[in-house]
């Protein structure tokens, strides 16, 4: 059903916005929200779905920023020019740096653009004494290379690396990235008409990380297969009874911070608890559920927020996305057109 198809494009790209958007504000550091705050998370929410008022448009930060300029360079492109992208973060950037960019990638910026790209490879692996950086920015950009690969995972893999790789070396921040593109990749390729098995979503991300995480030895981590075992973690997490694990417990074990192998296995987990209610969270639909929990961990929360975003709305597709929020998310219709390109270019029709 290519009309679904284009609506799950759709709902990735818009995830990733609203989750950016609508999570910044709660950007708190390390702790879960109060329940007096997970009650204003709430409200807000409510106010956002209801009949449309009159407020100031919710400003996206870096990861849409970049998002964003990966989506527009694979659009025009038609491929990945590595060399492109670099220009269209950099040039994205120095427009607007107020856009609450990660302390280090912002070196890379200006060492890209201070040797006129003429070196796309060094500066991030100088980054962080020459280990790379391990943080989610990677992650948090790469839907529309999920989208650009749909039919072809082995060619995603390889754009994942490439792009990830001009600001992120470090494995577990590439890793990450690609963790966060198989999900969505996944979440693609499924039917939300049916009910979705949880378990055997996190068994194909286990089977997809410990064939990359094995190739990938050698290289002197303490821990060979740090996502292998996260996931391991997910699964245990997403099967417990009753009302599913207490939000201390999710983040001890799974983690909310700016480190990619403490927040995209975070993420992957809200979108699969989100497929059953949870308690304090009053909403039906499962999409906002999904944002809502994540937002409400705490810590990292507009990346955690819009990689959740990214990953559900690729399995429920624009139709589950709420039409008033959407017009209170900053360039909303942008990111909806980037969708359908994309689509249009992935797609054999
Ligand atoms: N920067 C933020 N949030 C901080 C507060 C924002 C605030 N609201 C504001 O507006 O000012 N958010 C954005 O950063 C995250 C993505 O970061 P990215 O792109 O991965 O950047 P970076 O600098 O490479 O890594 C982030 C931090 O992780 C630590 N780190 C990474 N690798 C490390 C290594 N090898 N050794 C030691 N530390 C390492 C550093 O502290 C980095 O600065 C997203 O949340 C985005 O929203
Ligand atoms: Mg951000
Ligand atoms: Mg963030």
Redesign the pocket.
Known sequence: DLSLLRSKFRGSMLGALIG?CLG?PY?NGYNYLSNGMKLVLQKSFDKLEGPMFKAPVMQF???SA?TYSLAKSLVEQKELEVVDVAKRFVKSYFLEP???????????FQKLRGDKFADIVTPAKQ???N????????A?RVAPVALFCYENYDNLLDTVRKVTQI??T?KV?VDGAILQAAAIYQSLHLNPNETLNVISFVDDLIQKMDQIEKDEEGLGLAEPQPYKIQLGVVKALISEDGDGPDVKDVLKKLGN????LY?VPTAIFCFLRAQKPISGIQTENPFRRAIQYAISLGG?T??IG?MTGAIAGAYYGEEKINSNMLQHCESSEEFRVLGDKLFEIAVKQ
């Open positions: 950016d910044s950007d930060t870096d990861d970049m107020n856009r609450g960019y990660g302390a280090g990638v912002v070196t890379v980054q962080f004494n280990q790379g950086s391990w943080g989610n920015g990677g948090m600001t992120h470090h921040g911070s700016v480190a990619a927040s990292d507009d990346t819009s």
